[in-house]
């Protein structure tokens, strides 16, 4: 008897979980290839996120604010624990830092007509400051990084703040990377690096190592610019409680904690999705440094790693944070991904959504690229309204939450104002399970 | 995370001095650790006789009281100093045994900080000015003294995580940087019968000192072999009854300076720190290199 | 002709008198006396002033200067002309790690001995160091000149780009993608007209030096490579 005379059933073909179709590409893509898959953007798996919270609205115990008539506050001010110029923003809600290089000249002026538009600052990256960012940003945060690409101090004292940076959600202990696809002539005149050459970066900062010689470090910029510019430190999130413990003993006016969403131009994959911890199990851990230091609003806490809604903007600042930084989110409201490339994308082996060879340099929607051609597809004057419109959204999303919880300032929301759907959630965000006063782990 | 300054007298001249001067070389180093500071004070010894420093938990301790207690328990006849959270008791070897069984019975609280025929060390939480002045540190004389403060970088502030750490007689540990294999190797040596208090990463170093040297090592031998088995970033400097070495990690990240006159050699993790010192200007200066164990002691 | 002691004046008001001198000021000559290691003297100048300092400097002495000329006369400390965009800073006796750190422009002479990662991460600075220089110095360095007269430390020129390396003595070890290269006539003329801008000219010959550089075999990733990395 043959296989296919066989009469009885037979059990159905079964994929392995273990083995999956995307882990069996990735081994094939590694034998073939011989070099670490390489991409950008933050952690795609599933993470627990803000969506497991919830936010009690008023009802009978506490009393609701009127949407159109009674004021929900956004405005906050970062970095007024030593510096004299203090940077005072509308609304809780900055640009995380991207670069000139990873990021086209057109996409960084973009980002600096909307985040303006919307009362709210904008953040160089590993690359240096162009003219078209500075020109178009009203706050410019200069990002002071291990590779120094393009430092110098007369951009130093052209920026409002100055953010250190020690590491980002995507790769907390890893050092930046630029492909030589995306090395043009004008990329590679700012970095100092020959055209076309994969850039390496180191993970280390040049000239300290460790706190008690970044307190040093701190002291020489805000001697350069007089004391004047905020001194920002930025930590991917992997030990939050003893980060944010010594960046305020170093001397830090404001923190920014990047959780594991948070997008990179080009880390290896296995970096982006095993190190560090997403944001929701970051921010309380943070809090409870600056609480125990009794500098809680004091050194402000700005979060970041998977930011989209203004719900996330709420929840994020109700678990203590003073403001969010979006980076991901801002480039989709730029055009990143958008359906319209859909035919592109699929020539690229992808499609919509999913887009993450930003570090090839081929990116349809003009954003993550170099290349001319493709860089004239994004409008920076279109594309900075869609951003500044998608951040007037995020804030009156946030404010319709406030005043659903009584508050006149969104500063006012607080872990009491949140619950969990799930024990991971209610565990990480150390408030209680939905109906019950349980907070798994607490003590 | 720290600042670390040490100072080893040649001329016997400036020995009432060694107090007055440590306590200058701590102040310019309180911004690199303000949560606690401690120092290991090499003074004059008692022929047969050893010293047994003992702190409490924290600073509101009544070590006045459980020193008394011991004194009566084991060596009524003792000599007892009381500095601030500390208590030297002057004991024979046999009486110093015997202390520190009752107090591991009596009082598990009170820790046995060191031991030794000259050292003592002084460790306590807050500003490193203010634990000077605490101590009276000023005022002591001897011939050489490690001082250290400390910015907590993943344990406890606490009496017991300040440094210096003791590793043996008259020895102790002084540790800037950050280990990375810390956990598996305290979990090791806890095995090994050494007791470690607190998850700090610098007691770690120290057990790991002690039980090389009980193993029949040299100082010198454990400190070369740390290069093998500890992981991370560190500037370490031992203390010991004749003087100090110096050992900096391959990488040798966190600072370190040495200055040499006729007087004196001094250490410490930046130059301000040795700024105020007699003589200086005229002095050698120089950074020990990465993974070379350095000694600076009488013979 | 200003006089600062550092024992009486703050090292923030030293560098805010610095940053208001205008491009036109007559006050070109500054005694910083009594600096006792403090950090940041003169860091952030812009002006073509020269500044003597007389004794040691601490960490990110002359940080990211323009123009100046600042002399240390004593030892600096970490950092020492970092990120340094043009003009001079010499200093006399040692210079502690990273020394010369991604300077961009202008020159750093040491007289004595530098220490780590001197030139680490350079892109353009000169930097001539007549002692002794540390580990991993000019490590990834991208453009400049680090000329050395006495021995270099281990891993040298590690994942170097573009930076110029001349050393006279011993190196302890090359770093990854570092590799000695032919000393030609064109190098020769380079590295004299280094030392003559050293005030070393005719003192030391150059052809006692040896020529190190990038293999460039780091700049697009190989499998075959993998090791260095």
Known sequence: ?443 | MCGIAGLFIKNPKLEPQLGELLTKMTSTLCSRGPDSAGFAIYSAGQDGKTKLTIAGPSADYDIATAAEKLRAAVAPKAPTAIHYSHAVLTLTANEARHAREWLEANLPDVNVVSEGHRLEIFKEVGYPDDVAALFGIGAMSGSHGITHTRMATESAVSTDGAHPFSTGADQCLVHNGSLSNHASLRRQLQRDGIKIKTQNDSEVAAGYLTKQMRSGQTLEGALKSSLDDLDGFFTFVVGTEKGFGVLRDPIACKPAVMAETDDYVAFASEYKSLAGLPGISGAKVWEPKPATVYFWERS | MPNIDLSKTRVRELNAALHQLKPDTNETLWTITNPGGEHSIAAGVDAEVTINIQGNAGYYCGGMNKHATIVVDGSAGQGVGENMMSGLIHVKGDASQSAGATGRGGRLIVDGNASARCGISMKGIDIVVKGDIGHLSAFMGQNGRLVVFGEAGEALGDSLYEARIYVRGPVASLGADCIEKQMRDEHKAELHELLKLSGEAFKVDVAEFRRYGSARKLYNFNIDNAGAY
């Not at chain 1, 100055?162 to 630029?178: H, R, S, T």
């Not at chain 1, 009794?294 to 979060?303: F, N």
């Open chain 1, 1 to 443: 008897m043959t296989q296919h005379e066989r009469s009885w059933p037979t059990t159905t073909p079964r994929p392995s979980a273990t083995f999956d179709d995307y882990t069996l590409s990735e081994i094939r893509r590694a034998a073939a290839t011989g070099i670490y898959d390489i991409r950008g953007g933050g952690s795609k798996r599933k993470l627990p996120n803000f969506d497991d919270l919830l936010l009690l609205g008023a009802s009978m115990s506490r009393y609701p604010l009127e949407g159109y008539r009674e004021k929900c506050g956004t405005e906050v001010v970062l970095g007024n624990r030593f510096a004299k110029k203090p940077l005072k923003l509308s609304i809780p809600i900055t640009i995380a830092g991207m670069s000139f290089g990873s990021l086209s000249a057109n996409t960084k002026e973009a980002l600096g007509r909307g985040a303006s538009a919307a009362g709210t600052s904008t953040t160089t990256g590993d690359g240096g400051m162009t003219p078209e960012e500075r020109g178009q940003s009203k706050y410019l945060v200069y990002q002071y990084l291990p590779s120094r690409y393009g430092m110098n101090p007369d951009d130093l004292r052209k920026a409002d703040a100055i953010e250190i940076v020690i590491g980002q959600g995507a790769k907390p202990g890893g050092g930046g990377m630029l492909l030589g696809q995306k090395i043009s002539d004008r990329v590679a005149e700012m970095r100092q690096l020959p055209k076309g050459i994969d850039q390496r970066s180191a993970c280390r900062h040049p000239d300290w190592t460790g706190a008690d010689d970044l307190e040093i470090k701190i002291q020489e910029l805000r001697e350069i610019t007089d004391w004047e510019k905020p001194i920002y430190l930025k930590v991917g999130a992997s030990r939050p409680y003893f980060d944010v413990n010594l960046a305020v003993k170093a001397g830090a006016d404001v923190i920014v904690l990047d959780g594991m969403q948070g997008g990179t131009a080009a880390t290896q994959e296995v970096f982006i999705e095993h190190v560090g911890i997403p944001l929701l199990s970051a921010i309380p851990p943070a809090v409870k440094a600056l609480q125990d230091l009794g500098m809680h609003r004091k050194v402000q806490l700005i979060v970041s790693g998977g930011i989209r809604t203004g719900a996330d903007v709420a929840k994020a600042l109700a678990l203590g944070a003073d403001a969010v930084a979006v980076g991901t989110a801002a480039l989709v409201a730029l055009g990143d991904n958008d359906p319209k490339w859909d035919k592109e994308y699929e020539k690229l082996g992808t499609r919509a959504g999913c887009y993450d060879d930003w570090h090839e340099g081929k990116d349809p929607a003009g954003i993550t690229t170099q290349t001319p051609e493709l860089t004239e597809r994004l409008d920076p004057v279109a594309a900075g309204r869609r951003l500044a419109n998608y951040l007037k959204v995020l804030t009156l999303e946030a404010q319709t939450l406030a005043r659903a919880c009584g508050k006149n300032h969104l500063h006012n929301l607080e872990p009491e104002d949140l619950v969990a759907l799930t024990l991971e959630a209610a565990a990480m965000a150390r408030v209680p399970l939905a109906g019950t006063s349980w907070v798994p782990g607490a003590r």
